[in-house]
């Protein structure tokens, strides 16, 4: 024994031979217990399982910004997507051996099998799989089937031995419970601080003994690998050695085999080129079984247990109260002394050492949640698993990208965070811009870290909503994308180029220029407009070219927020949208239901691009000296077109009714004439099938139907007439349809057409009765109940700061103001 080893803590018994630490990774008991045996023992040189890369990065975990979870993360270097990681958190034994060594000024080196074998074998076996599916028998090499059934969960077989049928609550009771009691402090005791792991290695011998590898035939090679680097510390440091591992090594480590059989396990490996670093990890992701991800359910709880130096359950008992008061939940001091006695009784009663999660959980549940699951969801959320984001510092390793990435977070103060949150951009703002541009950008790139989502306020283009939750997989995309450039604007624009020139569709190429507009990539968008010019004058399908119009004409309006020139964009536009209606008539007759249904989309998606680019296009035309008509043309131009598809008995029914109707919501056609459309398509000339879908064109499909009809009374008279009249053998052919229709109307919609059609027809040829209807319901207008909106309307409408001449308004002078349209709302009121 070195004068190192015997300067350990006396009365203490030091095992020979290096001493293994078998531990299970994510262990606050098992990192407890190696921090006490490492006190204990003192040793000179400290070995840990991991990949033998990472040794030069292990300096860094000293750092103050060096924050668990962390993990190592290796990539191969021209594929960064084939990766594995190797997580730690700040209760991982692994991690707690590092800090030790790093306090102790002694070295700290990795065992494990390099990752450039663990990648090249992960790409082997994975395309032996594939070769294997294909072919008739399975490759060589391959596990067999009995052989993959016998892996096993080492301390499951260890638990149900024990007569517990959850091994959760065995490692509790045997290992965290016993470290709550007191483990870290044996070795001041007295006490034996490497018993704890002689038991363990005990155990794990003998099921070796019984399951051999357990399944899993790589660990012959791994442990064959850590066996000749504990030799070669051996030759290095004596004995004076301190191996940390999962237990289930331990056996392995042990075993008296000779270099050269060890050699040969390890020869003609494959082998790659292969990268390291740290990135941060989250609680959440410590369930993934990579590298040292042992699938643990609740790293929060662990985390607390780990970090609570005495009166684990009270300390946590005060952080669920907490949480719920700060959700407005009424949880006082009672309520905390109250759970944490229930608690210990539970534990009593059920013959644990002390309460777990399951008696906190349950005690939470009764006392603070009064039984509720609702409350304790949040609790499990975030308190028991956790979004505890890790942090690495500047000096570790990275790909230019992700530095350049880091600087334009740290510059738009746009911190990754492991919560899902969302983050409300004003455009106009420089800051927000320069946000929004960044989060499109990487968007392009692949790397998901935002999602944009509908906002709350503000419907404008100068607003935008996004979700952000950043995942350490994300990590691995951001080096994937290395490969398009260092920076994100030269890598986003680089990939843009290269989707523009690969892509399969007009619609994917139209949607790229609206995320080229987003993303504000000036150079990439010549690329891209010539693809879109190059494939719109090559593709004659009309239903591809009404696909892609609406995107392209979207992206019109970012210009003028964002300040990117478009004119390029809007010739494309305003010629493909004339494509379309030259197009569109001819490709709507002779189809079949679903090719129709289609259809009605695409006119629908056209109809909404012509008007904003009505609206942009030849707004700005106008504001260059342009004809004063010319926005008039493209909208009279698609009303022709609409007019075309509503009066040709060749067009599907429900392509005719919807375009009848966008043509009335345009104003262009009077409802005396819907009404008399209408009449002529539902007289006892028609099929019923084809009514049937011209009303579902008309009155379907989300476009605001229900409330037609319930204003316009003709119009649901017709409808009713029609259907009361439709042959029994046709109406089980019609109702399909109808039910559609119908069904996609609000719940209060469909209530009020229900009681207008039972009152049946009254004076003016409406269904209204106009004697004993419902309450709330009449012919007229009802100006009581209107004028109770008033005050709401004036403010809505900005009449508060009218005159006092002007304060006493009637329904009917408000009508006057509101415009054509906006009196609805009053007669909303009927």
């Not at 952080?319 to 407005?328: N, Q």
């Amino acid at each position: 024994m070195s004068e190192h080893a015997e300067g350990s803590e006396a009365g203490v018994r030091r095992p020979p031979g290096p001493l293994l630490l078998g531990v299970r990774h994510h262990g606050p008991g098992s990192a407890r217990a190696v921090r006490a045996a490492l006190d204990a023992a003192n040793p000179r040189v400290v070995l840990i399982e991991g990949p033998p890369e990472a040794d030069a990065l292990i300096a860094l975990a000293a750092e103050e910004d060096m924050r668990p979870p962390v993990a190592l993360l290796a990539h191969v270097v021209d594929e960064p997507g084939r990766s594995a990681f190797w997580p730690l958190a700040e209760f991982s034994p692994e991690w707690v051996a590092i800090r030790w060594a790093l306090e102790h000024e002694v070295p700290a080196r990795f065992i494990d099998l390099p990752a450039a074998h663990t990648l090249a074998r992960d790409e082997k076996e994975e395309a032996e799989k594939e070769e294997g599916e294909e072919g008739e028998g399975e490759p060589d090499g391959a596990l067999s089937e009995p052989a993959r059934a016998v892996r096993i969960d080492p301390l499951a077989v260890l638990a149900e031995t024990a007569g517990y049928d959850d091994p959760e609550r065995w490692w509790e009771d045997v290992i965290e419970h016993r470290g709550t009691r007191g483990i870290e402090h044996r070795g001041a005791r007295g006490e034996d601080a490497f018993a704890p792991f002689d038991v363990l290695g005990e155990a794990m011998e003998a099921l070796r003994e019984v399951y051999g590898t357990g399944g899993n035939d790589r660990d012959l090679v791994r442990e064959a690998y850590m066996r000749l680097q504990v030799r070669a510390a051996q030759r290095e440091f004596a004995d004076d050695v301190a191996v940390v591992c999962g237990a289930w090594h331990v056996p392995a480590l042990r075993q008296r085999t000779t270099v050269a059989a060890d050699r040969t396990l390890l020869k003609g490996l494959p082998k790659v080129k292969a990268d390291m670093t740290w990135v941060p990890w989250t609680h959440r992701r410590l369930s993934r079984r990579s590298g040292y991800g042992a699938g643990i359910d609740s790293p929060g709880w662990y985390g607390h247990l780990f970090a609570a130096a005495d009166r684990p359950i009270e300390r946590w008992m005060t952080k669920v109260a907490r949480l719920l008061r700060d959700e407005d939940r009424p949880v006082s001091s009672a309520h905390v002394i109250e759970a944490v006695r229930l608690a210990d009784t539970l534990a009593a009663m059920r013959g644990r050492p002390l309460p777990g999660l399951t008696e906190t959980t349950d005690a939470v549940r009764a006392v603070m949640c009064e039984g509720s699951d609702v409350p304790l969801s949040l609790v499990h959320d975030r308190l028991v698993v956790g979004d505890v984001l890790g942090e690495v510092p500047e000096a570790a390793p990275a790909v230019p990208l992700q530095r350049d990435l880091a600087r334009l977070q740290r510059r738009l103060r746009l911190k990754p965070e492991a919560q899902e949150r969302e983050l409300e951009l004003d455009l106009r703002k420089e800051t927000d811009g320069g946000r929004s541009r960044l989060l499109h950008r990487l968007r392009l790139l692949g790397v998901g870290w935002g999602e944009p989502v509908a906002s709350r306020g503000s419907t404008g283009t100068f607003r935008e909503t996004w979700r952000l939750h950043w995942e350490p997989e994300l990590a691995v995309r951001v080096a994937e994308a290395g490969v398009w450039g260092t920076t994100v604007i030269a890598a986003a624009t680089a990939k843009a180029e290269a989707d523009a020139i690969g892509a399969r569709s007009l619609a994917d190429v139209t949607g790229l220029a609206e995320r080229c507009l987003l993303a504000e990539l000036p150079d990439a968008l010549p690329v891209v407009m010539r693809v879109l010019a190059d494939r719109a004058a090559l593709d004659a399908d009309v239903g591809h070219l009404a696909q892609a119009l609406p995107a392209l004409v979207r992206s019109l309006r970012y210009g003028d927020v964002r300040g990117t020139g478009t004119q390029a964009l809007a010739e494309v536009a305003a010629g493909l949208a004339e494509r379309v209606f030259v197009g569109l008539p001819p490709a709507c007759a002779a189809l079949d239901a679903e090719a129709a249904e289609e259809m009605r989309g695409h006119v629908d998606a056209v109809h909404g691009a012509v008007g904003l680019l009505a609206e942009g296009v030849e707004g700005a035309k106008e504001s260059e000296g342009g004809a004063g008509d010319s926005r008039v043309g493209i909208r009279s131009r698609w009303h022709a077109v609409l007019g075309t598809l509503s009066g040709r008995d060749t067009v599907p029914g429900v392509v005719r009714g919807r375009a009848v109707r966008l043509l009335l919501d345009d104003g262009e056609l009077g409802q005396q004439e819907a009404a008399r459309l209408m009449g002529l398509v539902l007289s006892p000339g028609t099929a019923p099938g084809d009514a049937a879908a011209w009303i579902e064109g008309f009155v379907g499909g989300g476009s605001g139907g229900g409330m037609l009809l319930v204003h316009d009374e003709r119009l649901l008279g017709l409808v009713d007439s029609w259907l009361t009249g439709v042959p029994r053998d046709a109406f089980t052919d019609v109702l399909p349809l109808l039910r559609r229709t119908f069904s996609e109307y609000e719940p209060g919609v469909r209530r009020t057409l229900g009681e207008l059609v039972r009152r049946g027809p009254g004076p003016r040829g409406s269904v209204a009765d106009t004697v004993s209807g419902t309450p709330g319901f009449g012919p007229d207008l009802d100006e009581d109940r209107a004028g109770a909106v008033l005050p709401v309307l004036r403010m809505l409408l900005g009449l508060d700061e009218a005159d006092d001449a002007d304060a006493d308004v009637g329904v009917g002078d408000l009508g006057d103001r509101t415009g054509p349209g906006d009196n609805d709302l009053v007669g909303a009121g009927r």
